[in-house]
């Protein structure tokens, strides 16, 4: 290790002179010295990015003779990040994944940490944002729960950046926090300054100028005491883009000064141009396209030929801009096209590198497969005679088996639905036996009350309950009818239907419980119906319908009310509707209406009685009819009973 920094420390004489001193000085601790070497070695990184890489790729080829993996790792990705900050990505993309795959087989998570967020934001800087995310939150969950959060630190930061990038500035902020976090608890101004400056971008991007200009403000004073000339010139220009989104030209410009005044410090190129852009963009916002234009062209002159997706974006971007604003108008509809051309391309490059990826997996997996066969073949030829005569056998077990017990469950079944409609058939005989045995006893006391009144047995004062005894005894009676109805209806034989005149039956439905409605002060109003409108009708099955729903309207209407009979006929049916002005039924309640015994809330007006059948009889006339039945009712404002019978030619 003490090897490795020393020689990545003479990347420059001053670097030298600095480890010469902190190993000549006797005051300062081995820890204090090793310390002072790995911070220079740091700022190498950032600060001679090509003499760094030439050092690390000597060192790497040194420790990869010595067997000494772990060296051999750091080299790897000093060398390949200092191609990455000196913008030779496509030989920074195989060295850090060399790097991460030696560091993990030999379970450095540290380093395997390090190189794959590195890796993650090479992919976010050449414009691979999918491949770049999809590596860096692999990243993240290979750390979670080690003890060293550097490496977690710096992968939400350039995960953040992704997200940025790709304008998902809520989701990269959070990325931003988790990075400020972790990197305040090991005490990394640097990295926490970094996480800052991410936010205020964010914040700028979503027109939060006042936040974004806070945390750029709070980034700036952590990073003063740390920062490399590169690391300072890009806050700077992150704080130019805020005054600029301000409208606050003087002081965009200073700060965009600023940012190549250090720029230049870095001798970066890539920091350098960034300086350059913030400047373009304002003289573009003061219209001054003559200054614009000057600074595109020598920043196109320092560009020479760096590799790096996000300034040739911005190069097309500002050139846009530029032409816009110098109205040549022919040019900028040109670079518009190689803007989306180039967009189509980068999403064409990304399916074609996915497309080929997937290819070269299915080859590989395919010869693996093939050479496994070809391993095995001998074995399995000397197996298959015996694997087929045992899986006939399992295979004619497991069918007799199945076989046996589908004859069994059969015979089951058959025996449980005879024994079904047995127990119906007992069901809907006792229920007949019982209906007519108990009319005997209910007729006798009905006739004894009778014959007591007229032999004047009873005295006035008894009356009362005999009134009472005869108003059970008829809802009794009435109960034992509609069970015998019941009975009848569910036994679902097919009935010979007769034509039937509509409108008799409703002018005689009408007139039968008009008395009734009268003691209510309640009006039938019924609509005409034309003669000749004719349905099938089995004995008074029509009137008993009509009947039972009319008893209802009234039972449960207000005193003083109307009720409606519509009717409303076409060439091959005919509607009628029975419209109340009563309570209403809950919508909760009104799938219940049509069961046995329903009892729903409302209640009748009068104190009237209900069996809760009359509705499910109605239901089954109505389906013996072949007709149809159906309920609208709004809580407060009455029910509708709407019946659909086919007409009878």
């Known amino acids: 290790m003490l090897l490795w920094v020393l020689v990545a420390g003479g990347l420059s004489a001053k670097t030298g002179d600095s480890l010469r001193e902190a190993g000549e000085n006797a005051e300062l601790t081995e820890m204090s010295r090793k310390y002072a070497h790995l911070e220079r070695v740091i700022a190498a990184i950032r600060t001679a990015p090509d003499s760094l890489s030439q050092v690390a790729g000597d060192l790497a080829i040194y420790f990869e003779t010595q067997n000494d993996t772990g060296a051999w790792a750091k080299s790897l990705f000093t060398q390949g990040s200092g191609m990455y900050y000196g913008s030779n990505l496509s030989q920074a993309e195989p060295l850090l994944i060399q790097s991460a795959q030696l560091a993990l087989a030999i379970e450095d998570t540290s380093m395997t940490g390090m190189a794959l967020g590195r890796l993650g934001d090479l992919y976010r800087t050449i414009g691979k944002f999918e491949e770049g995310q999809r590596v860096l939150l692999a990243t993240i969950r290979f750390l979670d729960g080690h003890d060293d959060l550097a490496p977690l630190a710096i992968t939400e930061r350039a ?11 809520d989701v990269a902020i959070e990325s931003y926090q988790q990075s400020y976090g972790h990197s305040m608890e090991i005490n990394d101004s640097l990295g926490a300054s970094k996480a800052l400056s991410g936010i205020a971008n964010c914040e700028a991007a979503l027109k939060n100028n006042a936040s974004s200009l806070r945390y750029s403000r709070r980034s700036i004073a952590l990073m003063e005491p740390h920062g490399t000339p590169a690391e300072m010139a890009f806050q700077y220009f992150s704080l130019g883009d805020i005054f600029q989104e301000l409208e606050q030209p003087d002081s965009s410009r200073f700060y965009y000064n600023k940012c190549l005044e250090f720029a230049e410090a870095s001798q970066l190129e890539t920091y350098i141009l960034w300086g350059y852009f913030g400047l373009i963009e304002h003289y573009v916002f003061m219209k001054n396209y003559v200054e614009a234009r000057q600074f595109y062209a020598a920043a196109r002159d320092r560009a020479g030929t760096i590799e790096d997706y996000m300034v040739e974006r911005q190069f097309l971007d500002l050139d846009l801009k530029i032409a816009r604003g110098e109205e040549d108008y022919e040019r900028a509809f040109e670079l518009l096209k190689l803007q989306v051309k180039n967009r189509d391309s980068l999403l064409s490059q990304e399916q ?3 497309i080929e990826e997937l290819t070269i997996q299915y080859e590989t997996d395919i010869k693996e497969a093939e050479n496994a066969t070809l391993k095995s073949e001998n074995a399995l030829f000397e197996q298959r005679q015996t694997g087929i005569l045992v899986v006939s056998t399992v295979i004619v077990t497991i069918l007799l088996v199945v076989a046996l017990i589908l004859f069994f469950l059969f015979r089951r079944m058959r025996r449980l639905n005879q024994q079904l409609v047995e127990a119906n058939s007992e069901k809907d005989a006792l229920m007949g036996i019982v209906a007519h045995d108990l009319k005997s006893p209910l007729s006798q006391v009905g006739a004894l009350i009778a014959a007591m009144q007229d032999a004047q047995l009873i005295g006035p004062t008894h009356q009362l309950f005999v009134d009472k005894m005869n108003k059970a005894i008829q809802q009794g009676g009435t109960l034992i009818s509609e069970l015998e109805s019941i009975v009848e209806l569910e036994q679902k034989e097919s009935k010979a239907l007769v034509p039937v005149q509509l409108e008799g039956v409703i002018q005689r439905v009408v007139e039968n419980f008009e008395p009734i409605a009268a003691r209510k002060s309640t009006t039938i109003q019924a609509s005409e119906v034309p003669e000749s ?3 099938g009708n089995y004995k008074d099955s029509l009137d008993r319908i009509l009947g039972n729903l009319l008893s209802n309207a009234i039972k449960f209407s207000p005193p ?8 409303d006929t076409g060439p091959n049916h005919v ?44 239901h089954l006339l109505v389906a013996q009819l072949n007709g149809s039945i159906d ?5 407060g404002k009455g029910t509708e009973f709407v019946l659909n019978f086919p007409v009878h030619n």
């Open 352 to 354: 074609a590198t996915t």
């Open 631 to 635: 309920v609208r009712s709004e809580v």
């Open 560 to 567: 003083a009310s109307n009720i409606h009979l519509q009717m």
């Open 533 to 535: 409108v004719q349905i």
């Open 159 to 169: 995960l953040a950046n992704v997200y940025y990038s790709v304008n998902k500035f």
């Open 575 to 618: 509607e009628v509707k029975i419209i109340d002005q009563g309570p209403g039924i809950p919508t909760d309640e009104l799938p219940k209406l049509f069961r046995k015994f329903s009892r729903l809330s409302p209640r009748p007006t009068a104190g009237e009685s209900s069996t809760g059948l009359g509705l499910y009889i109605v």
